[in-house]
């Protein structure tokens, strides 16, 4: 049976990570965000004689880090096929070099620091015949851009599949561990790691001070924004990226396969294995979709719980949760100066759901360009053309919000306002404005449902008792507080009727 607890990924399930309690006025270097970009490139900074501080709205790990599958592959799905598609060979191969570079330190980093991983070999898998040239398009671009893939017609795994490509000698690893030990590496170094306070703004006048939700000001020579998407407008990276939600599950099994898996095909499936001391773990995920726009959260678990007790019957349920992730127009990440910011404002986002190489490369880069220097793959990223296809995936994203922002308000209007039963929230006009109600834990919660950020009306993600942005992605509790940006900013309370 599926536990009955709020969804907690199976690497957060621990006691919180120990940080610092106070910050100063002023640092060299602050970094917005307590996932492994903001560490990582935290502890490089600070290594260089650099003295950082890391401010975390909310927990070490609490986004997306905390709640990735922790799988750490240079064969991502079937990405390298899509970047060509859209980028030209000598930005895929500055891709595949970034990403090799992150792998590369980010393993090497373990084995120092005593990081428990393992190695795996990684597969994109076809279902079926319909997901079979999808899969073998990756293979050959995975090959022509130098990475040693291998044909396989059939996989030691029990459900049905048509060929994959593999790649060996990929890796896999708990995430919270691997950010407990980052935290403490930063601080080791003088560097200074604080959670639970919310950064709110940047004032134009001082682009690289940071205003606080409790009021105070930290100033600081560089800023670097490491928050998934960024929480300042000025680069227009929300109407860039689309923010994906995504589920995954861990079950007790006793032999699950010793491979890290991905579809190719839709509705994607995740599977990998996992340590643990009451014995072997199965971890599926899948089930993706954009940030509030699914009609039910928990129907994507659900499928995601019978495609499992299909496949795997002996399997039984232990922790089940959600992640976000954002992508890019045309598949790659963003990294590098933030507009209006004098040159001293950096930002890293739209990894795609491949967030511990990714992020890892960002960083090793962010650090270099502080310093006045560049990654060799750096330029070629950073300088690449807008092709024909990424402009209409911009005209895309853009059209889907456009409908949302005034569709989702219209139905607003119509909606008779009632009272939600327990787990539920539901959005109906009450004068001039859409108000939440939701019902938690037996108690009542209402909000004005205009998400802080530009206005859009908010839905009610019933898998994790959340309000949820469809337009940009932003999160909030049930009672308005932020879980994720662009926002930042609570909801305004409603009326309770």
């Avoid at 996989?155 to 708990?174: K, R, W, Y």
């Avoid at 995936?393 to 989702?408: K, M, P, S």
Wanted: neutral net charge.
């Amino acid at each position: 049976m599926p536990p009955t607890t709020p969804l907690t990924s199976l690497w957060r399930d621990r006691p919180p990570i120990e940080t610092d309690t106070e910050l100063a006025g002023r640092y060299d270097d602050v970094v917005v965000g307590a996932g492994l970009t903001g560490l990582a490139t935290a502890l490089l900074l600070a290594r260089s004689g650099r003295h950082v501080a890391v401010i975390e709205a909310r927990e070490v790990g609490a986004v997306t880090t905390g709640n990735t599958t922790g799988k750490v592959s240079l064969l991502q799905g079937t990405r390298l096929s899509r970047v060509l598609q859209r980028q030209s060979r000598r930005v895929a191969e500055a891709y595949v070099e970034a990403n090799r570079e992150g792998q590369a330190w980010l393993l090497r980093f373990c084995e120092e620091h005593g990081v428990g991983f393992q190695r795996r070999t990684a597969a994109t898998y076809a279902a079926d015949a319909s997901s079979l040239r999808a899969a073998r398009e990756e293979h050959e671009a995975a090959r022509s851009l130098g990475l040693e893939v291998v044909w396989e017609d059939e996989l030691a795994v029990p459900f049905p599949h048509a060929g994959a490509t593999t790649l060996a000698d990929q890796a896999q690893l708990d995430a919270m561990e691997l950010l407990e030990v980052l935290v403490r590496e930063v601080r080791r170094e003088g560097g200074t790691v604080v959670t639970g306070r919310r950064v709110v703004a940047a004032p134009l006048a001082h682009p690289t001070a940071v205003d606080l939700e409790d009021g105070a000001r930290v100033e600081s020579e560089n800023l670097i924004l490491a928050t998934g998407t960024p929480i300042l407008d000025r680069g227009l990276y929300f109407a860039k990226v689309e923010p994906q939600r995504s589920y995954a599950l861990a079950f007790t099994h006793p032999s699950p396969p010793q491979l890290m898996l991905l579809s190719a095909g839709s509705p994607t499936r995740s599977v990998r294995d996992a340590a643990s001391d009451d014995g072997p773990l199965l971890l599926v995920g899948g089930e993706g979709h954009t940030v509030g726009r699914a009609h039910s959260p928990s129907h994507h678990l659900d499928s995601l719980r019978g495609w499992a007790q299909s496949w795997f019957p002996a399997a039984e349920e232990t922790h089940a949760w959600s992640a976000q992730d954002y992508s890019s127009h045309d598949g790659l990440p963003a990294i590098g100066h933030l507009p209006r910011g004098r040159g001293h404002v950096y930002v890293a986002t739209g990894y795609g759901k491949w967030g511990l190489t990714n992020g890892v490369a960002a960083a090793l880069s962010l650090t270099k360009q502080v310093h006045g220097h560049r990654a060799t793959w750096q330029q070629p990223i950073s300088r690449r053309v807008t092709r024909p296809s990424g402009a209409l995936e911009i005209a895309r994203l853009n059209a889907a919000v456009g409908v949302r922002l005034v569709g989702d308000l219209a139905r607003a209007e119509l909606r008779a306002p009632r009272q939600p039963a327990e787990g539920e929230g539901v959005v109906a006009r009450r004068g001039a404005l859409p108000v939440g109600q939701a019902r938690v834990d037996g108690r009542r919660c209402s909000v004005v449902a205009l998400c802080t950020h530009l206005g859009g009306t908010l839905t009610w993600n019933d898998a994790e008792r959340s309000w949820d942005c469809p337009l940009h992605g932003s999160r909030f509790g049930p009672d308005g507080d932020v879980l994720e940006g662009p926002a930042t900013r609570p909801l305004r309370p409603g009326p309770v009727a």
